[in-house]
């Protein structure tokens, strides 16, 4: 999760999720993950994006994948 505050970006949180299908082939393991982030972490009124980037057994990293930015009111 990111905020930015005067065109300055801050990394607020890191989760390392991994696929409950893992252990599997990479073609079998083509499920979509979710990682939940509770209310209370979502700073209000501020503007908030998500990154993801993809890391495989071997520790190298895909290409981030980033959602619009987007504010929580609550």
């Known amino acids: 999760m990111?905020?930015?505050t005067v065109a300055i970006s801050?990394?607020?949180q890191e989760k390392r999720?991994?696929?409950?299908?893992?252990?599997?082939?990479?073609?079998?393991d083509v499920e979509p993950?979710?990682?939940?982030f509770a209310r209370a972490d979502m700073p209000k009124r501020r503007d908030v994006?998500?990154?993801v980037r993809p890391i495989?057994?071997?520790?190298?990293?895909?290409a981030a994948i980033a959602s619009?930015?987007?504010?929580f009111s609550t």
């Open 33 to 36: 993950v979710t990682c939940a």
């Open 49 to 51: 994006r998500f990154v």
């Open 2 to 4: 990111r905020i930015v």
């Open 10 to 12: 801050q990394v607020l």
């Open 17 to 28: 999720v991994f696929s409950p299908n893992a252990y599997m082939a990479e073609e079998e």
């Open 56 to 62: 495989d057994c071997w520790g190298n990293k895909g």
């Open 68 to 71: 619009p930015w987007r504010r």
